[in-house]
């Protein structure tokens, strides 16, 4: 009986010990924010142990182009339910339809990250090479064709069923009448936190769609945020977003034990990109460094 309450004890003390280190982290991590003039929000998880640190985690922010991995989840379920193959083939067009008034509008070579898919109209992409587009050089024509494709209101629908409440996918890229009213989509660090932990735990769609969709994520080309100050060949799984004033990145940290953090970091209200990335990447790397050390 001794034996076991000095067990019990020795438990709650180590209990104590990595809340309260944990409890520093997010002061530490809240003083960062407090260094950069902007509205932030954390929310970081550890799949393995479930510990978690969230910060702002409900505030909502247009989502600019995290919107991205909810609609490869509906890509990727849309096949499993034999709508099409991700291996069909589409005409890739430049000519979309504001949800405003159905007016037509055209997307800009000069907004976008990628002028490959522009090179491609009028003639024909497989599905599966539009998710690649769309996450890993953050594609808005691929983007457009695929919610066109799969439609708006079911991507946010599927977020709804994986528990992911507040993210808000109303529209594709570029929609200015839709800007102009306020109609943008939107999310929260929290519901991102949630997508990210279902497709690491391997609980969206299937198994083998969510390798799919990890493969997909991990060749992402844009990494000046949260793997910026990683260790090299650190193994990052995620989606980035920005646009004036927004910075945006999130997805799943692979350390090198093979356990796995979700990570979400967005930021709205910036006076400065440049320093916003740089504040990203500090993030980063304290909380890799925590769970790194976390038992």
Do not use: W
Not at 5 to 17: A, C, K, N, P, Q
Not at 45 to 65: C, D, M, P, V
Not at 165 to 177: F, S, T, Y
Request: glycine share 6%; with cysteine.
């Amino acid at each position: 009986m001794k034996l076991l309450l000095m067990f019990v004890t020795s438990l709650m003390i180590m209990s104590i010990s990595y809340s309260q280190t944990l409890k520093q982290l997010k002061k530490d991590i809240e003083s960062e924010l407090a260094s950069v003039k902007g509205t932030f929000a954390v929310a970081a998880k550890a799949l393995a142990s479930g510990e978690t640190l969230l910060i702002n985690e409900r505030e909502q922010f247009h989502a600019a182009s995290t919107m991205k991995t909810p609609v490869m989840i509906e890509v990727f379920a849309q096949a499993k339910s034999r709508k099409f193959s991700l291996q069909d083939s589409v005409v890739v067009k430049n000519e979309f339809r504001s949800i405003i008034d159905s007016s037509t509008y055209a997307m800009d070579l000069g907004e976008d990250s990628d002028d490959s898919m522009y090179k491609r109209i009028g003639s024909t992409a497989s599905i599966r090479e539009l998710v690649d587009h769309m996450i890993t050089v953050s594609s808005n024509l691929a983007t457009n064709i695929l919610i066109d494709l799969i439609g708006a209101r079911n991507v946010t629908a599927s977020m709804r069923s994986l528990g992911a409440r507040d993210i808000q996918v109303l529209r594709g890229v570029e929609d200015i009448k839709a800007f102009e009213r306020g109609m943008n989509n939107t999310t929260t660090a929290y519901d991102l936190l949630v997508v990210y932990e279902a497709i690491g735990m391997g609980k969206v769609v299937d198994e083998q769609s969510c390798g799919e969709m990890l493969k997909i994520l991990l060749a992402q080309k844009f990494r000046d945020k949260i793997p910026a100050l990683l260790p090299e060949g650190t193994n990052v799984a995620h989606k980035t977003g920005n646009i004036t004033g927004v910075e945006h990145d999130g997805g799943i940290v692979f350390l090198p034990d093979g356990r796995q953090f979700v990570l979400v970091l967005l930021s709205k209200n910036l006076e400065n990109a440049t320093d916003a990335k740089k504040l990203i990447g500090r993030i980063s790397r304290k909380m890799y460094d925590y769970f790194l050390t976390a038992q």
